[in-house]
């Protein structure tokens, strides 16, 4: 029998023999799969990822846990994006502030002639008030301390506020009349709440820079009697000339509001009004844009009710429209 040559180089074999795959080789094999069923898991889109997720789970225990575990997951996932858009700036809303003109005119009619009242019974006070310290710098050795002048500052609030007592409590009447169409009350008043919102003003507006000056006189004169007589004289001039006045107005005003607030039931919806003709005042722009606040909570600049400063002709009444 002749022999075949092959024309590659090699003798043609009539039953080769099957190639072995050594160990090497199956690790090398093994490996390479790996990595492409990795790769595969990679590149595949996230929502054949969820169901493929889904299987495993499914493989690993029972359907009602997975469903369980799955609809826990979605709950948690929907709290959080509550709390997200939670956290989110507000996008601010426009608010249009309150305005009842008229209200504004029915208070300045109801207590015009309550402060010229106030006005003449202060005044009184004062020229009371210079007679005294005058006969006390005439005692010889006397106290110049402020104390000893004008008496405690309690005491010498007290002088005030008994003089203009009854004007007070009906500047709070009106107020509280002010409100009788939207359930206000005067029953509700009481002179304890009244008197201590007016003494704090009667603190701030009169009693105070009245003392806080004639410390400075008895300092400026150096303890010199007749000098502090001279300067005192005219301290209590301007005061009666230029001041008494105006802060007269501020203490009709905030009697009048408290006695509208105090009328109310807690809880009511009112609104902060800025008096047109009044003074202009930020913190009193702040409060009217806030809305509308129940009766008994604080405005933005921290009041239940006007007056928020010396000066203010602010005024809370519930919205009309």
Not at 76 to 83: G, L, N, R, W, Y
Request: aromatic fraction near 2%; proline fraction near 5%; charged fraction near 25%.
């Amino acid at each position: 029998m002749a022999t075949v040559v092959s024309i590659f180089g090699g003798s043609r074999r009539s039953n080769p023999a099957p190639e072995t795959t050594t160990d090497n080789q199956a690790e090398q094999h093994a490996e390479i799969e790996k990595e492409v069923s990795s790769a595969e898991t990679e590149t595949k889109s996230p929502g054949a990822q969820v169901v493929d997720d889904i299987f495993a789970r499914l493989r690993a225990s029972s359907p009602a846990e997975v469903a369980k575990n799955i609809a826990k997951e979605a709950k948690e996932a929907k709290e959080s994006k509550i709390k997200l858009v939670k956290s989110l700036p507000k996008k601010p809303i426009a608010i249009t502030p309150i305005l009842d003109t008229q209200k504004f005119s029915d208070r300045d009619a109801s207590i015009a002639p309550l402060i010229v009242n106030m006005s003449k019974k202060l005044k009184r006070v004062g020229a009371d008030e210079l007679n005294a310290v005058l006969e006390h710098l005439n005692v010889k050795k006397s106290s110049l301390e402020i104390a000893a002048i004008v008496g405690t500052t309690s005491v010498h609030t007290k002088h005030h506020a008994v003089a203009i007592n009854d004007d007070i409590m009906a500047a709070a009447t009106e107020g509280a009349k002010s409100m009788k169409s939207f359930g206000g009350s005067t029953k509700r008043i009481t002179k304890k709440a009244v008197g201590d919102a007016v003494n704090a003003m009667l603190l701030e507006t009169i009693v105070q820079p009245l003392r806080d000056r004639l410390a400075q006189i008895v300092v400026d004169s150096n303890a010199n009697r007749d000098e502090i007589a001279k300067a005192v004289r005219s301290m209590y001039r301007d005061w009666k000339l230029t001041h008494i006045d105006a802060h007269t107005e501020d203490l009709a005003c905030v009697a009048y509001s408290m006695g509208s607030h105090l009328s109310l039931e807690v809880g009511t919806p009112v609104c902060w009004m800025v008096d047109p003709n009044g003074p202009e005042c930020a913190d009193a722009e702040d409060n009217a844009l806030s809305g509308v606040t129940p009766c008994g909570e604080k405005f933005p600049t921290g009041h239940v009710h006007p007056l928020a400063h010396s000066g203010c002709r602010c005024l809370v009444a519930p919205p009309t429209h």
